[in-house]
């Protein structure tokens, strides 16, 4: 079977004036399809630069990436964020939601890039959207704005963004890190729940012992590689 | 089809800043406007032009010109005789003026009106025939209105050889032009002092015919010496001609404007895409393309750019019409009597501003586009990465700039007297030294951040830093401040060192005590006004120690305009001219004996003239050969003027009438006593203007001032442009800002501490753009000077260098900057900053 997320000898470093310390060195992982992994390590170890990379939001300096079997390598724009936009999903620690746009027109939004609505009035888009609306406790807020909501709503949304157009992966760069520990919680068991419905493959950077204990994976980043993979 | 919410969530973000979105479509219309207001000025008047040019030349298709006094008369007859010219009109053009206070001038035209049947002007003739007696005339009701005359009633009217006295007896179709009394031919001919000669013979010729270049021919062969067959309107052709440099001073004055206004297009529009940076990293992170991107920024340019260019078409018109009076009130001031024109709206005119402001607004997008088609996602979401790139651009920007002033220089050093090559050195030169503010003020800031911290303490340290930082959102804006006051500071040293030149070449100038003046420049004697008797009895007044006399006669051979002054002097008078060439006291050993000639400054330059060359023209018998002796500097003249002895003027051309005497007093005379003494002597017409030297100076100083009023408008607009700009650009910039400035409240900033940083701020950088102002404005100030005005009219002058207004220009810009930032920072003090960080 193919793994969901393949990484060979992925290198990357960040130029700071005349010095480039290396970030990620020659770092090796596969993910299977639909497993739920957790990345965790110090702070600027390395875990956003990581999951930007898998993203193809970020080219690494050497390696190749695979995500789904395609070689994001060879892909260019705007084939690299046409990838993105069918493949990925993604959920930030900061939720960077369009402030412009309603929670229904946010979770629209994946969809309409990919051609699945035209419109916002499409039914299958709105059946959609609804269905998982409801599913995450959003069903009445679906006309408010982002400003409007609170910081678990706001991941709840961010959430849905993510996984509206059914992505193959779906990456979370620490999306507790704004909510309370009891907000957090949900919104992890929401997602879990939503991705292991979907079998989709989750790769969330986390500080969060309670969220690293759920994964079915725990891959740390230490001096730029996966220092400890267990399961 | 592209996908829709990236535009929903583009378009709602303008929406809910709608302060910055009204005023980047401000600054846009700002930027059409000056174009609009400029072009549609020069349109008028050109059409103004045009218009008096066919009207008076009735439908003709050539015209017989000739040297003074005129076209003889009997030329008439033989070409009629010849069967060449079956459809000929004589005519005679005279400019008059209303006599009183509040003078008005107008043209009367001498028309035969059986002679007259098929020139256009005759389909306005009154059906009865009444103005055939003597001293009747006809005009428009306009015109008759002007004058507060109905039929039946007289007219008494002046020109430079004396009255006219004219009944208007009938009312004429509107067609016929305003401003115009018709008279009979003979009527005119006696009035005017031009028995047997007139101006002009209009033709209609079949310029279809095959024979018509045979018909030419004929015709040329039956003209005496000094006549000329030329095409209808060559000769008011050659006279607009005058007007291009006037309008090649406009062209330059809008130049500036277009300049500041080009900078503010691309302010507003830049600053429109910029503070969206992060929204469009977030969609680039959601999968939109570049290209999808693009198009949402270049489909809103389009939308902004219709937007501010439909108001900007629109004001640019209102400022336009008050633009014409200016310029129609300049012309007539300093060329030719032209009639109050309408606006006349070009479609060229509105297109190129259409297009200036769609298409500038649409070009200014595309760094904007092509820096978020490059930059990942990632970049495109910080906003630091943001500043690094905009550091990048800044100093390609100052390279770019440099490259300009190089190119601008060196179209300088190009021998040529090409005025657009002058005008496009400027462009570049302005450019590039626009461009060069944002680095200058970059580097400033740098340089300021340690001694400013240490005066100032924190806000001093943050201000300095925060206006460094920010340079890529208010670089633009201090650029466009910096172009504005530089013009005003270039157009303000021009025509101050212009006032000042003209000040003193007129004290230099006009050396006698009174001066007695008749109206009109040139004319034949009719024996009216300035005749010898006057003359002999003003020399024998009391107190009178001499007088010099001028007589003034322009002579129009195919294609130029020659101005010939008649001057009778005294050696006091002769040293009033201010020589640049020539030998004073040779030239003065041979004034009464040689035929020798003064070439202006101006005229001596557009035909390449230098002391020892000799120039004809075009005599009563002949021509008349004289040698240029001298040039000295005159700005009363742009087409220039050749002074010559009197009698030789007069022995070429005839007797003509004294337009001007000057009167010197001796030494123990009383002023006031004389000036009574010669009032006396004057007949009572009022048509003879009696004033003394101070009063010719002031009043020639007040039509200068009024001649520039333009410029002034011009450098106003463009002020109000740029100020309007870095308003917008504060504005937008503080809207940006309003978490970091919550995050210091929060943190125990005091509202009166943020005020003060974000005060200090702003004016640190009104103040720097001020600075790069100064050496910007002398550089606006050297072109116009050295560059634009002697290729345009030919004459020279030394800088003076306005001080005062240096200092204004420095409070001016600070002024600005601190007024446009005033808002932004009560606004960002203001704001609880609970709301501020909450905001996402």
């Not at chain 1, 070689?71 to 705007?78: A, I, K, Q, V």
Request: include cysteine; glycine fraction near 10%; proline fraction near 4%.
């Amino acid at each position: 079977m193919t793994a969901a997320i393949a990484l060979h000898r992925v290198s990357k470093s960040y130029r700071n004036g005349a010095v480039a310390p290396p970030v990620l060195r020659q770092l090796d992982l596969e993910i299977a399809t639909g497993t739920f992994a957790v990345l965790f390590g110090r702070s600027g170890s390395g875990k956003s630069t990581l999951l930007n990379i898998i993203a193809g939001i970020d080219p690494p300096d050497a390696g190749t990436v695979r995500i789904a079997g395609t070689d994001l390598g060879t892909l260019r724009e705007p084939a690299l964020t046409l990838f993105r936009r069918r493949h990925i999903g993604f959920i930030f620690q900061s939720f960077n939601l369009l402030p412009t746009l309603t929670v229904a027109e946010n979770v629209l939004l994946p969809l309409q890039l990919n051609g699945v609505v035209r419109g916002g009035a499409d039914p299958l888009g709105a059946r959609r959207i609804a269905a998982l609306l409801e599913r995450l406790g959003l069903a009445d807020r679906h006309a408010a704005f982002p400003e409007e909501l609170s910081g678990g709503e706001r991941q709840r949304v961010a959430i849905a963004r993510a996984l509206v157009h059914q992505p193959d992966v779906v990456l979370a760069d620490e999306p507790t890190g704004n909510l309370d520990l009891e907000t957090g919680r949900q919104v992890i068991t929401l997602l879990d729940d939503l991705v292991r419905d979907a079998g989709v493959t989750l790769v969330m950077a986390t500080h969060s012992h309670e969220v690293i204990g759920r994964a079915d994976r725990e891959l740390q980043i230490r001096d730029g590689r996966i220092a400890a993979v267990s399961r | 089809m592209d996908a829709s919410l990236p535009y929903l969530a583009s378009a709602r973000h303008l929406w809910r800043h709608p302060w910055q979105l009204g005023l980047g479509v401000l600054g846009i219309a700002l930027g059409v406007a000056a174009v609009v207001a400029i072009q549609t000025t020069r349109a008028s008047v050109s059409h103004a032009f045009d218009a008096a040019t066919a009207a008076l030349a009735g439908g003709a298709t050539h015209q017989i010109i000739a040297a003074p006094p005129g076209v003889d008369e009997q030329l008439l007859a033989r070409l009629r005789r010849a069967g060449v010219a079956p459809r000929s009109t004589p005519i005679i053009e005279r400019t008059v003026t209303t006599l009183g206070d509040a003078a008005r001038t107008l043209t009367v035209l001498g028309i035969d009106p059986f002679a007259a049947r098929g020139h256009a002007l005759a389909g306005a003739m009154p059906a009865n025939l009444a103005f055939l007696t003597r001293q009747g005339a006809y005009a428009n009701a306009a015109t008759a209105t002007m004058l507060g005359v109905a039929p039946g009633d007289r007219l008494m009217l002046g020109f430079s050889g004396g009255t006219i006295a004219l009944e208007l007896v009938a009312i004429a179709a509107d067609t016929l032009p305003d401003e115009l009394l018709v008279v009979d031919l003979a009527t005119a001919q006696e009035a005017f002092g031009l028995a047997g000669h007139l101006s002009r013979i209009d033709l209609l010729l079949d310029t279809g015919a095959d024979d018509s270049a045979e018909i030419e021919r004929r015709i040329r062969a039956l003209l005496p010496a000094n006549h000329w067959l030329v095409a209808a309107g060559t000769l008011r052709a050659t006279l607009g001609r005058l007007t291009e440099a006037f309008h090649a001073n406009l062209g330059a004055l809008g130049l500036l404007a277009l300049l500041v206004g080009l900078f503010l297009v691309y302010n507003a529009q830049s600053f429109l895409v910029r503070q969206r940076r992060e929204l469009f990293g977030r969609l680039r992170t959601l999968g939109v393309t570049r290209a999808q991107l693009a198009r949402v920024v270049l489909f809103e340019a389009l939308l902004f750019g219709s937007g501010g260019t439909a108001l900007g078409l629109a004001l640019g018109l209102v400022l336009a019409r008050r633009l014409l009076r200016l310029a129609l009130q300049t012309i007539n001031d300093l060329y030719f009597h032209l009639q109050v024109a309408e606006l006349q709206l070009s479609v060229p005119v509105l297109l190129g501003a259409a297009l200036l402001g769609i298409g500038g607004t649409v070009l200014a997008a595309v760094p904007a586009i092509v820096e978020a088609a490059r930059a990942s996602p990632r970049q495109l979401a910080s906003r630091i990465a943001g500043e690094r790139t905009a550091a990048k651009v800044i100093r390609r920007v100052a390279m770019f700039g440099a490259l300009l002033i190089a190119i601008g220089s060196a179209t300088l050093w190009l021998p040529s007297t090409s005025m657009q090559l002058g005008l496009a050195a400027l462009f570049l030169l302005l450019l590039g030294g626009a461009l060069l503010v944002p680095p200058l003020v970059h580097t400033a800031l740098g340089v300021l951040q340690a001694p400013l911290g240490a005066l100032c303490g924190h806000a001093g340290f943050q201000a300095t830093r925060a206006a460094r930082r920010n340079l890529s959102r208010t670089g633009v804006a201090a650029a466009a401040l910096a172009l504005a006051v530089a013009s005003g500071l270039g157009i303000g040293t021009m025509v101050e060192s212009f006032r000042h030149a003209v000040d003193a070449w007129l004290g230099q100038m006009l050396r006698a005590d009174l001066y007695l003046s008749a109206p009109g420049s040139d004319d034949y004697a009719s024996g009216g006004a300035l005749d010898d008797a006057l003359l002999t009895a003003l020399a024998s007044v009391d107190g009178v120690a001499g007088i010099t006399t001028v007589r003034t006669l322009t002579l129009t051979p195919p294609g130029d305009v020659l101005k010939l002054t008649g001057y009778e002097l005294n050696r006091r008078a002769f040293d009033g001219f201010q020589l640049l060439a020539g030998d004073r006291d040779a030239i003065w050993r041979r004034w009464q004996r040689e035929p020798i000639a003064l070439a202006s400054e101006p005229f001596a330059r557009k035909r390449r003239l230098a002391v020892g060359d000799r120039i004809n023209l075009p005599a009563r018998a002949g021509t008349l050969s004289v040698e240029i002796a001298g040039i000295y500097r005159d700005y009363g003249n742009g087409r220039g003027t050749l002074a010559i002895d009197r009698a030789l003027l007069e022995n070429a051309f005839g007797p003509i009438a004294t337009s001007s005497a000057g009167i010197y007093l001796s030494a123990s005379a009383d002023l006031r006593a004389v000036q009574r003494a010669i009032e006396a002597l004057l007949p009572a017409t009022g048509l003879l203007h009696l004033r003394p030297q101070q009063a010719i100076r002031d009043a020639s100083l007040q039509v200068f001032d009024r001649t520039f009023l333009i410029a002034g408008v011009l450098r106003d607009v463009a002020t109000v442009i740029a100020a309007i700009g870095v308003f917008a650009g504060l504005l937008a910039l503080a809207l940006e800002r309003t978490r970091e400035f919550a995050t210091q409240r929060a943190l125990g900033q005091t509202r009166a501490a943020l005020w003060w940083q974000l005060m200090l701020e702003t004016g640190l950088l009104g103040l720097l753009a001020g600075l790069c102002a100064l050496p910007l404005g002398g550089l606006i100030a050297i072109v116009l000077i050295d560059v634009v005005n002697v290729r345009a009219f030919g004459w020279t002058m030394a800088i003076t260098i306005p001080w005062p207004m240096l200092g204004h220009g420095l409070l001016l810009a600070l002024g600005a900057a601190l007024l446009a930032g005033c808002y932004p920072a009560w606004r960002l003090a203001a704001q609880p900053p609970a709301a501020a960080l909450r905001e996402e």
